[in-house]
């Protein structure tokens, strides 16, 4: 409210009242996470406050469960694969559906986007009967071709949104002074378009990392991942173990926030430069 | 003259050139969905498929076909009015003495029961008693002394409607409604129509977390639009943070500060609000608090980005022409932020519709929704064609809700709601 001087006496308790009740709901959103921050350092085995005493055996329990190791594992290689995977086809169609011009295209848009539409339960057991006569149950393949699903949306998105920005000429420039087209992309296009593609990447990342219904449907003991871990946790009893596993998954949400945000600043400070 | 030699050359060109562009855009239009081409045929293989065979289980009837071939055929002319005749007994008999062989009863018995309950026990006991097949012209009588239920028009009519190859019985079963031994559509019997209720209580949590979404997100998105932008982007924090945690953290958090002895009630009892603990969770209000606290952040980024767009002018341009603040910002800022409410609105309302494992880890079983029923029934008890039943209702609510989703926001940021 920095240019609007606050006139009438209404006008600044109804200011007020937005202050109070944005923060009342700031920490609403904030408090839980923060809440079980500590109970992973806690040296009693029970989720209260006080905290008996600080210790990090809930951590050590984690490090040296092959449980919950492995399902970190799990979590990784599926993430990592289906990112790379969805990089692949989200960045191609993004590219193709920026040059293509047709009254089907938004029908082809709305197709290519729906897996972020519908239930994960449908798509759930939509998967875990087709899959299953082939053999892609309980294997990392069905997970992370799910996953790719799943992620590839966002991955058009962000790759598209940074396309539209794209000053087409500048490939055209490459071009008429000789680059093949494989040249013009990876010299001009590519770094142009890159923190697009990291954005899209965190994004189809966080999505596999975060997937918790198609694990349950289709994983089995093998490929049970980390959130499909803390949900079997969650449902049989909570231990502190679980909070521990809470802090190293919001630690690598916060990492990735974190990046997603530095590429942002970045693209504007460097659109800021050129205009 | 040379006037006319000009134009003329230029006619003689121009088409060539008009042809050849063509074709270079039509090369261009090629390549550009040769590019798309690879998701789609693997959004088919990973995505639209296995869909697709969602839908056709839901409507897909042939178990009772397979284990009973010759009583389906031989039903197929019977009129249902009176009881079969003699040749349905027989076809029946040597069918069940087939199944027993091949071990495939059960499969049969499962269908069946889920239209006649009981029938899991009429066609098991018969399979036990029927020692061989019955002399000509005795199955009749031989059957009806094994089960008297052969004896009774309904157990016929059930296998008929059984008989497949495609049943409306599990669409019709998912609206609480069924096909009585006339073939009339009528209302399921009590302990059956559950799912009508299910996918009213789905409906009222999902509108109770919206408008608990919009009362909380609409003074924050306000706050938001206007603070300085050094400010808000700091603030974007608290809304971003919890937008990027993972799911379960939040709903574990939630299930830590609210449980007996939770970070909520041994406040509450220290205070000495309290003497005994509140019941916050596994019920109807922890489901509430942690699907809003889920889905708030879908509520507060299309309503920012919305009233981001509104210029502060308009309010002055009110203010300046004498509107009091209260009636410029309900005449003027409100109806601008309207889109963003209702895009806000339905995309929350879509995202919770289908939601699941929150309910499932902080509700009670009066808490679950209908995701909840169609895991349940794929997962544990197979009754397969119920699931998908159920399924496809859910997805064609949610269809629905994105066509009119997709609508509203057209004018707008295509990606408004999405996750970014």
């Known amino acids: ?275 | 003259m040379t006037d006319t030699r000009l134009t003329s050359a230029n006619a003689s060109t121009e088409v060539p050139l008009k042809r050849r562009l063509r074709r270079a855009e039509r090369t261009r239009q090629v390549k550009a969905l040769a590019l798309v081409a690879p998701l789609l045929v693997f959004l088919l293989f990973t995505f639209a498929g296995p869909i697709a065979g969602m839908l056709w289980r839901a409507v897909d009837d042939r178990e009772v076909r397979q284990v009973l071939p010759q009583t389906v055929a031989a039903l197929a002319n019977w009129d249902g009015k009176d009881l079969p005749d003699e040749k349905a007994y027989a076809a029946l008999a040597s069918d069940i003495l087939a199944a027993r062989a091949a071990g495939t009863v059960a499969i049969a018995a499962k269908r069946l029961n889920y239209a006649l309950n009981g029938f899991r026990t009429i066609l098991t006991s018969t399979a036990r008693n029927l020692k061989a097949m019955p002399e000509p012209g005795t199955a009749k009588e031989t059957l009806g002394k094994i089960n008297p239920a052969w004896r009774e028009r309904t157990t016929w009519t059930t296998i008929k409607n059984a008989g497949g190859p495609v049943t409306g019985f599990y669409l019709l079963a998912a609206l609480d409604l069924t096909r009585n031994a006339d073939g009339a559509i009528v209302a399921a019997p009590p302990d059956q129509a559950i799912y009508r209720d299910i996918f009213a209580r789905t409906f009222l949590i999902s509108l109770g977390v919206t408008a608990l979404c919009l009362i909380l997100g609409f003074p924050v998105a306000y706050l938001l639009a206007t603070l300085p932008p050094g400010r808000s982007n700091l603030l974007m924090i608290f809304v971003l943070l919890p937008f990027w945690t993972s799911l379960l953290v939040r709903t574990c958090a939630w299930i830590v500060l609210l449980q007996s002895k939770g970070v909520v009630n041994d406040s509450l009892h220290w205070l000495g609000i309290i003497d005994e603990p509140l019941r916050l969770i596994y019920n109807r209000f922890g489901v509430c608090v942690a699907m809003t606290h889920v889905l708030l952040p879908f509520m507060i980024l299309p309503l920012y980005s919305s009233m981001k767009a509104i210029s502060p002018a308009y309010m002055r341009a009110a203010a300046s022409l004498g509107a009091p603040p209260l009636t410029a910002f309900l005449r003027i800022y409100l109806p601008q932020t309207l889109p963003g409410v209702g895009a806000g609105s339905l995309l929350v309302f879509i995202l919770a519709l289908g939601y699941y494992i929150t309910p499932a880890l902080v509700g009670g079983a009066a808490d679950q929704m209908i995701s909840y029923f169609i895991a349940l029934y794929t997962t544990e008890t197979a009754n397969w064609g119920l699931a998908s039943a159920l399924g496809a209702v859910l997805l064609l609510a949610t269809v629905l809700l994105a066509l009119v989703y997709g609508k509203l926001v057209q004018g707008q940021q295509v990606t408004g709601g999405m996750k970014n």
Request: proline content about 6%.
């Open chain 1, 1 to 275: 409210m920095s240019d609007n001087s606050l006139r009438a006496p209404s006008q600044r308790i109804a200011w007020t009242t937005t202050i109070v009740v944005s923060t009342l709901v700031f920490i609403f959103l904030i408090a839980p996470i923060l809440a079980i921050m500590p109970l992973s350092f806690s040296s009693g085995s029970y989720l209260t406050y006080p905290l008996p005493g600080f210790s990090l055996r809930w951590y050590d329990d984690f490090i040296n469960s092959p449980r919950w190791m492995n399902s970190l594992k799990n979590s990784m290689i599926i993430g990592v694969a289906s990112t790379l995977l969805s990089m692949v086809l989200g960045t191609l169609a993004a590219l193709g559906l920026a040059q293509w011009k047709s009254r089907f295209k938004p029908l082809v848009l709305a197709f290519v986007l729906s897996p972020v539409v519908v239930p994960g339960v449908i798509t759930a057991v939509g998967l875990y009967f087709f899959f299953a006569p082939i053999g892609l149950t309980g294997s990392y393949l069905g997970l992370i071709l799910a996953h790719t699903a799943l992620a590839t949306p966002f991955v058009v998105i962000t790759v598209g949104a940074t396309l539209q920005s794209f000053d087409t000429n500048l490939a055209r420039a490459a071009a008429s002074l000789g680059a093949s087209p494989l040249q013009a992309f990876r010299r001009v296009i590519l770094p142009l378009i890159l923190p697009g593609l990291a954005s899209g990447a965190l994004f189809a990342f966080a999505t596999s990392f975060d997937e918790v219904v198609i694990v349950l449907f289709m994983a089995g003991p093998e490929q049970r991942t980390l959130p499909r871990e803390m949900f079997s946790g969650i449902r049989e009893n909570i231990s502190p173990t679980i909070t521990a596993a809470a802090v190293i998954l919001t630690t690598v949400s916060v990492i990735l926030l974190a990046t997603l945000e530095g590429l942002r600043r970045r693209n504007e400070r460097l659109k800021g430069g050129s205009g």
